[in-house]
């Protein structure tokens, strides 16, 4: 696991703050995990301090093949707290953002060292492919075989 800085960290974990308040946040490693292969996360958080690791091993690659930022956060009671719950929580995953767009966007720069404009499909509308109209081809005259007989 790689150590995330304590701002950037910090900085995520108020974006879950502001999320749970104006937004929609999936807490649990489960539903985690489905927002994330469903492409509705903007931001993951997991802990550091999850035994066995086996339990959250899959998220990091998972949040790499989706383009989704990931942040480690050292223990699971920061989480917890952050989303306003009185026990531990292993992972949390940033659906819609409300109030915390700016702060979210903030930390996956930091993240992934660029901004989010080029994000995922999900964020971005995609633009239909424009397709130019082909030239009509012109097709030979078929000569049937009485045409054949009088020429």
């Known amino acids: 696991m790689s150590k995330t800085p304590k701002d950037v960290y910090d900085k995520a974990l108020e974006a879950v703050r502001l999320a749970k308040a104006s937004g929609s946040v999936r807490k ?8 994330v292969e469903r492409n ?3 931001l993951v958080l997991v802990a550091e301090d999850v035994e066995p690791q ?4 899959h998220i990091p690659p998972l949040c790499e093949q989706k ?3 990931l ?5 699971k009671a920061e989480i917890g707290n952050a989303v306003g719950i009185n026990v531990p929580c292993s992972a949390v995953s940033i ?8 702060a ?8 992934t060292g660029k901004s989010q404009e080029g994000k995922s499909d999900a964020t971005q509308p995609q633009q239909a ?3 130019e109209p082909k030239p009509k081809k012109e097709k030979p005259a078929a000569q049937t075989a009485v045409q054949q007989q009088k020429a």
């Open 28 to 35: 649990g490693i489960n539903e985690v995990t489905k927002s």
């Open 40 to 42: 509705l996360s903007s």
């Open 54 to 57: 086996e339990v959250i091993m």
């Open 67 to 69: 383009k989704i930022a």
């Open 71 to 75: 942040v480690y956060v050292p223990t």
């Open 95 to 102: 659906e819609k953002a409300g109030n915390a767009e700016h």
């Open 104 to 111: 979210i966007k903030e930390v996956v720069s930091k993240v």
């Open 129 to 131: 492919a424009k397709k």
